[in-house]
């Protein structure tokens, strides 16, 4: 059985193993590099890890379990009514995930929804999938909103959902609505 600290964030939770003894660390790259004076620690994925202290004020629980600790509506929240960034189904369903988390978010849909896959955003995209993403360059004073079809196709339940995000008049989604319009 693993132990995982769970964290929140804006868009959903995520989990970090969890380690308390220099015994558990045995066999994985932290075995002896970590000393008995930072336990415990959580080891965060990208190959770092740091100490853990309870009063982190995104940590939410400890869990321990065989597989994963969270489930996909969990780490991208399903459906939130100040959803922003993410993904969005052909049933016009949203996971919401951080600028920088859709390849993780895609690679969990798929999992979930089509078994693993060799290019997640792709294999998304290929089943009408929207892609909602960062649009600031840079340049601009506010971060605003891109949505990319790889098909260049909404759905008539997207392209409600769309208009409910306040998307509706995007550039591109005015685009998509107009060339799928009569396939409705």
């Avoid at 080891?43 to 940590?59: I, S, V």
């Avoid at 969005?88 to 919401?96: A, F």
């Avoid at 955003?121 to 960062?134: F, V």
Wanted: glycine fraction near 10%; charged fraction near 30%.
């Amino acid at each position: 059985m693993k132990k995982y600290a769970i964290y929140k964030s804006e868009t959903g939770y995520y989990a970090y193993e969890y380690f308390e003894t220099l015994e558990e660390l045995k066999g994985t790259m932290f075995d002896g590099i970590v000393t008995e004076d930072k336990l415990p620690v959580v080891l965060d994925g990208e190959g770092g890890y740091f100490h853990f202290t309870g009063n982190d004020y995104m940590f939410d629980r400890l869990v321990e379990c065989e597989g994963s600790p969270l489930e996909l509506e969990e780490m991208y929240f399903k459906n939130m009514d100040d959803f922003k960034l993410g993904w969005m189904s052909p049933e016009g369903d949203t996971y919401s995930c951080d600028y920088t988390s859709h390849t993780k978010a895609a690679v969990r849909i798929c999992e979930k929804f089509y078994g693993k896959t060799l290019m997640p955003e792709r294999a998304l995209g290929k089943r009408g999938w929207l892609k909602i993403i960062d649009s600031w360059d840079g340049t601009q004073r506010e971060h605003g909103q891109f949505v990319y079809s790889l098909l260049g196709k909404v759905t008539k339940r997207q392209a409600d959902k769309l208009f409910d995000l306040g998307l509706y008049n995007n550039e591109e989604v005015r685009k998509m609505i107009a060339d799928c319009e009569d396939t409705w």
